[in-house]
């Protein structure tokens, strides 16, 4: 059968005259079946090579209205080879310049000559002859910020920048190698010093992108795409050589009255902010993208709470232009606050995350938690049926708990349990757990701490404990309403929200006393009149969450299944909300064989017995099963 295709294939492409239109069934047909059947011996290798030499030379052949099926199949055909093959295949014949020229009638091509070029993307001499070709590598750059098809573009950017990553020398493309190592391998930044330094690439970006100085053949709306693609791709080149976004080419940037290099270009000079909300946001975007992927970058200065990316945007004034819009300080246009809050408020919260110690150490705290005990003190009703505050609620979980306390003036004591919604839920079961599991052990002693991030993250766990316990002391009943909700299987999202809460507590990471944190920001816990252990899953058998934690985790799941008329989405909820369950109760068993096995005078066997015997019946134990769905019918 492969053999017949292959010969009907052939026969298609030579048929007179030659406006024919090739078949797209058969070539369907042959994308599945040849790849795999022209492999092996070298007679088949042979056929493969004239085959894809005759595909090759039809892509030439002007009459054809549609050449798509002829390159899928040659796409496929060129999988597994490499650069060399590519190269030994004709180099000089392929129209890398011609292949990759933007428009909507050149997608098929352009997604051949990218699948091409990705072979460069591999091995770093591949790259450099790769940048050899200088027209090839303009027309590539031109390509990805101009071109009207997105999967063109985003492929387009993908090979750049697997190109510049693969070329990237260890000491940074600027940089002489060190002398013990040869110059004739490993990588030597020709990819780098073809886009940053060659000025006729270099000049793509500016041309394309500059609204008052850049090309005429773009429209001020494709502009504005090709700013957006760009602002996406930057922070990646950032992470990968932050000075080579500062480099600067003289002759390039005098043409566009800039200075400072592309980073400077693209932050400071190219969007019309003034003018143009949407491209405003993209331009937030940018800036929060900038400090999550440089979070990490060595600044040479050993500040553990700081970074190259940081340092740039309040150096130029762009960290307090952002958070002022979500701090909504001055006069507010509201049809601008409707497209920046929520992007201003995503860069916040990357702030307060990525650099917690730069964040403690200003003013920002204060101001953060007077704008979130503005928007989050809201009625009973609009917090159950109203638009839930979603931007406002990620920023309060990207906080360090320190700055949510002490809890007399913070935003999370608005958060109520009952009249509630998932989002707000989430966000304390976020809160409540503390920090994740990468550097935390139970059982958690002073002397695992250390001043490195697993220090940090002791403090996280000391403040995560804190909120809790002061959260209980002011709202008491907030596990009746967990109970309550989860258990409400006609409102799904609540149930797997509230069942998200309380596996968050029994897997918290959670710390008793942090020995570098002051009485003033981690104020004392609660009277005795509740009980504050060490851990999460004790603090779940502890008044008074035992009243309805356990007994709800030891009930059965309520189901559809007895209702007239099928199983429907309500038994898909059922299940889902059953699985979570049961989830959640495994948790619990083992955090609970942990606490047992450090103290087994506490005496917690009849628990671990119960809790085994009900984990054995499964997710889906039937007993007791009517009163579950009764209550929600009755919703």
């Not at 959260?471 to 299987?489: K, M, N, S």
């Not at 429907?568 to 049961?582: C, L, N, Q």
Request: hydrophobic share 40%.
């Amino acid at each position: 059968m492969a053999e017949s295709i292959y010969d009907r294939v052939l026969t298609n492409i030579q048929t007179d005259p030659p406006t024919t239109a090739l078949d797209p069934r058969l070539f369907e047909e042959a994308t599945v079946l040849l790849p795999q059947y022209l492999a092996g011996t070298p007679d088949r290798l042979e056929k493969r090579q004239l085959l894809m030499r005759y595909l090759a030379a039809d892509l030439t052949n002007n009459g054809r209205s549609d050449h798509a099926p002829a390159v899928g199949l040659l796409i496929k055909l060129f999988d597994g080879w490499t650069w060399q093959q590519v190269c030994d295949f004709g180099t000089s014949s392929i129209p890398y310049k011609d292949g990759l020229e933007a428009g909507e009638h050149m997608v098929c091509f352009n997604r051949l000559m990218l699948c091409l070029l990705s072979k460069a993307t591999l091995r770093a001499p591949d790259a450099a002859h790769a940048a050899s070709m200088l027209d090839t590598m303009q027309a590539l750059v031109r390509l990805w910020l101009c071109t009207p098809d997105t999967g063109i573009a985003t492929a387009a950017a993908d090979v750049l920048y697997k190109l510049m990553k693969v070329d990237l020398p260890i000491e940074g493309y600027q940089q002489p190698p060190p002398s013990w190592r040869s110059v004739t391998t490993g990588a030597q930044g020709w990819v780098w010093k073809r886009v940053f330094e060659d000025g006729g690439v270099y000049n793509v970006f500016f041309e394309c992108c500059s609204l008052k100085l850049g090309t005429n053949t773009l429209s001020k709306s494709q502009k504005t795409i090709a700013q957006a693609r760009l602002m996406e791709w930057l922070p990646k080149i950032a992470a990968l050589d932050w000075h080579a976004l500062r480099t600067t080419h003289k002759d390039v940037e005098d043409t566009y009255r800039v200075t400072g290099g592309l980073l400077d270009f693209a932050a400071l000079h190219m969007v019309d902010y003034r003018d143009d909300v949407l491209m405003y946001k993209c331009l937030i975007d940018f800036y929060a993208e900038l400090l999550s992927t440089t979070a990490k970058l060595d600044t040479r200065t050993m500040a553990q709470d700081d970074s190259l990316g940081l340092q740039y945007l309040i150096m130029h004034g762009l960290h307090a232009r952002t958070a002022a819009i979500y701090f909504q300080v001055g006069p507010v246009d509201p049809v601008e606050t409707a497209f920046l809050y929520g992007s201003a408020a995503n860069y916040i919260s990357v702030y307060a995350s990525e650099f917690p110690t730069h964040f403690l150490t200003g003013q920002m705290p204060g101001q953060v938690n007077k704008r979130l005990r503005h928007t989050l003190d809201l009625t009973p009703g609009k917090w159950a049926h109203a638009d839930s505050p979603k931007n406002d609620l990620h920023v309060l979980v990207s906080l360090p708990r320190g700055a949510l306390l002490p809890f007399t003036a913070s935003p999370v004591a608005l958060l109520p349990s009952k009249s509630t919604n998932p989002d707000v839920l989430n966000s304390l079961a976020t809160l409540f757990h503390g920090p994740g599991d990468k550097s935390l052990t139970l059982p958690m002693t002073l002397a695992m701490t250390s001043i490195t991030a697993q220090d940090e993250d002791a403090a996280e766990g000391a403040a995560a404990r804190n909120l809790y316990f002061h959260y209980l002391a002011a709202y008491p009943c907030f596990w009746q309403d967990i109970a309550a909700h989860a258990d409400t299987v006609a409102l799904g999202d609540l149930a797997l929200s509230a069942l998200h809460c309380l596996k968050a507590v029994i897997t918290s990471n959670w710390y008793p006393t942090h020995k570098r944190t002051a009485p003033d920001n981690l104020p004392s816990l609660p009277s005795s009149l509740i009980a504050t252990p060490e851990t999460g899953v004790q603090a779940i058998l502890a008044p008074p969450a035992l009243e309805y934690t356990l007994p709800y985790l030891l009930k059965p799941a309520p189901s559809f299944s007895n209702l007239v008329g099928g199983r429907g989405d309500a038994a898909s909820t059922t299940y889902k909300i059953a699985m979570a369950k049961y989830e959640v109760l495994r948790a619990f068993y083992r955090r609970l064989v942990e606490v047992a096995e450090r103290s087994p005078e506490e005496g917690y066997d009849d628990i671990l017995r119960k809790v085994g015997t009900k984990l054995a019946e499964g997710p889906m134990s039937r007993e007791g099963e009517v009163g579950g769905w009764v209550e929600t019918m009755e919703l």
